[in-house]
């Protein structure tokens, strides 16, 4: 069996990806939205694949509904989730990143921006409609009429929903990445070196530490706040010993650190960086959500 549509269709899926992870904070599971887009695409008929004018927008459309239900029954998942949940990081800029979306110098929000671990908790913080409304205009710049269509709510509303999530981004001056870069490279060198002046002098009085376990590996449960109560952590963390090393990394489209043991990646971290100095750390160890980083 061929299908005349099949190009165009298979296509879509970098982009089809691109915003699933952008909506869900789970390549896994974006992966997952996609597979059920195309078997929702391949469970029509070829007379109503054949009626369908635009494919990319239909698939765009299911996929973005499908992340819709999701985000709509992850409240009441994440109260089962042991510890904090974070977003699942991506290492360096693979291909589910790269996605034929063309950023116009004036967006809003850059892509790049759009996969950073600090956007993605944000994003995180919203409302499913907020969110799936924001992500869509603001990062892929659907028209609002287009995001009314597949939210199922008026153009009007979905402005609303638009300009309620933006309120939510900090769009302060972001610093460059060589300027994150270096603080992460002194952080790294300040924690295997057990320097705590350089560890306190590189946080913020009130930066925020967090870690996900999952319930699966040791990983503190609660966020730690403040710079000394997470150097503290971090100089236990030191003491420990082992054979980790730690690997200069980008993390979500950012300078990040990821620490092995005998070359399995057992730790990921990204970070936040505001006026010279780290404001939040987020601490990834559970094995599902480093896949990405163990598939070679």
């Given at each position: 069996m061929?299908?005349?549509q099949?190009p165009?269709?298979?296509?879509?899926?970098r982009?089809l990806?691109?915003?699933?992870?952008r909506?869900?904070?789970?390549l896994?599971?974006?992966?997952d939205?996609?597979?059920?887009?195309?078997?929702?695409w391949?469970?029509?008929?070829e007379?109503?694949?054949?009626?369908i004018?635009?494919?990319?927008?239909?698939?765009?459309?299911?996929?973005?509904r499908i992340?819709?239900?999701?985000?709509g029954?992850?409240?009441?998942r994440?109260?089962?989730?042991?510890?904090e949940w974070?977003p699942?990081?991506?290492?360096?800029?693979?291909d589910?990143?790269e996605?034929?979306?063309?950023?116009?110098?004036?967006?809003r929000?850059?892509l790049?921006?759009?996969?950073?671990?600090a956007f993605?908790?944000?994003?995180?913080s919203m409302?499913?409609?907020?969110r799936v409304?924001?992500?869509?205009h603001?990062?892929f710049?659907?028209?609002?009429a287009?995001?009314?269509?597949i939210?199922?709510r008026?153009?009007?509303?979905?402005?609303?929903l638009?300009?309620?999530?933006r309120?939510?981004i900090?769009?302060s001056?972001?610093p460059s990445?060589?300027?994150?870069?270096?603080i992460?490279?002194?952080?790294?060198?300040?924690?295997e070196t057990k320097?705590i002046a350089?560890?306190i002098?590189l946080?913020?009085?009130h930066?925020i530490a967090?870690?996900d376990g999952g319930?699966?590996?040791?990983?503190f449960?609660d966020?730690?706040?403040?710079?000394?109560?997470?150097t503290?952590?971090?100089?236990?963390?030191a003491?420990?010993?082992g054979?980790?090393?730690?690997?200069?990394?980008?993390?979500?489209g950012?300078?990040g650190l990821?620490a092995?043991?005998?070359?399995?990646?057992?730790s990921?971290y990204?970070?936040?960086?505001a006026?010279g100095r780290?404001t939040?750390?987020?601490?990834?160890r559970n094995?599902?959500?480093?896949r990405?980083?163990?598939?070679?």
């Open positions: 061929t299908d005349p099949l165009a269709v298979m296509n879509e899926r982009q990806i691109n915003l699933a992870y909506l869900l904070g789970s896994a599971e974006a992966e939205v996609v597979q059920e887009t195309y078997a929702r391949y469970a029509l008929s007379r109503q694949r054949q009626e004018a635009a494919p990319g927008a239909w698939l765009t459309t299911v996929a973005s992340c819709l239900d999701l985000l029954s992850a409240r009441a994440r109260e089962r989730y042991v510890g974070i699942e990081p991506v290492p360096g800029r693979g589910w990143l996605g034929p979306v063309s950023a116009d110098p004036a967006d929000v850059t790049d921006e759009s996969i950073s671990m993605l908790v944000v994003l995180d409302t499913p409609a907020e409304a924001f992500v869509l603001d990062v710049r659907y028209s609002f287009e995001v009314a269509d939210v199922g008026t153009p009007a509303a979905c402005r609303q638009a300009s309620s999530a309120r939510r900090d769009t001056q972001a990445s060589t300027e994150r870069a270096d992460v490279r002194d952080f790294k060198r300040a924690w320097d350089a560890l002098g946080l913020d009085p930066a967090s870690a319930g699966v590996v040791l990983a449960l966020p730690i706040v403040g710079r000394d109560r997470i503290d952590a971090w100089m236990e963390i003491a420990r010993g054979p980790t090393t730690l690997i200069e990394r980008t993390v979500n950012q300078p990821v092995e043991v005998d070359g399995a990646v057992v990921v990204a970070f936040d960086i006026d780290i939040r750390i987020w601490v990834i094995p599902a959500k480093l990405p980083w163990t598939a070679g």
